[in-house]
């Protein structure tokens, strides 16, 4: 069985809505019950290096650029309006248009 965590809000890009109540209910149940480290078999060298590897890419996707940016004042308080964390909201707008050409090619 494989261990995964993934984070989001309800309504963000790509997340439509709260996970489901009986989801909720057997990941809670799951919580209750001891980790198992020795079910887990030892790593290999190549393993421990291949994980190594995908980490420092994973990171390397992660890491944000600063960048200096001019907006309408109207845009910038339609955004500031959202709250603490705005600016992260306006890089996953940018980064969601960026990846869908179309939504592109309507305001060119």
Same mark, same amino acid.
């Given at each position: 069985?494989a261990i =995964?965590? #993934?984070?989001?809000? /309800?309504?963000?890009?790509g997340? $439509?809505? @709260?996970?489901p109540?009986?989801v909720?209910?057997?990941?809670? @149940?799951?919580?209750?019950? +001891?980790?198992n480290?020795?079910?887990?078999?030892?790593? #290999? +060298? !190549? @393993?421990?290096? !291949?994980? /190594?590897?995908?980490?420092?890419?994973?990171?390397?996707?992660? $890491?944000?650029?600063?960048? =200096?940016?001019? *907006?309408?004042p109207?845009c910038? #308080?339609?955004y $500031?309006?959202?709250?603490?964390?705005? =600016?992260?909201?306006?890089?996953?707008?940018?980064?969601?248009? /960026?990846?869908? +050409?179309e939504? *592109? #090619? $309507?305001?060119?």
């Open positions: 069985m =995964t965590k #993934s984070t989001g809000k /309800a309504g963000q890009i997340l $439509k809505s @709260a996970p109540k009986e909720l209910k057997r990941i809670r @149940a799951a919580a209750k019950y +001891p980790i480290l020795e079910a887990a078999p030892e790593l #290999s +060298p !190549e @393993a421990l290096r !291949e994980f /190594a590897h995908l980490a420092a890419e994973r990171n390397r996707q992660k $890491k944000r650029q600063v960048v =200096t940016l001019r *907006l309408i109207d910038l #308080s339609k $500031k309006a959202l709250g603490k964390g705005y =600016t992260g909201i306006m890089a996953d707008v940018l980064n969601y248009a /960026a990846e869908n +050409p939504i *592109l #090619s $309507k305001v060119r």
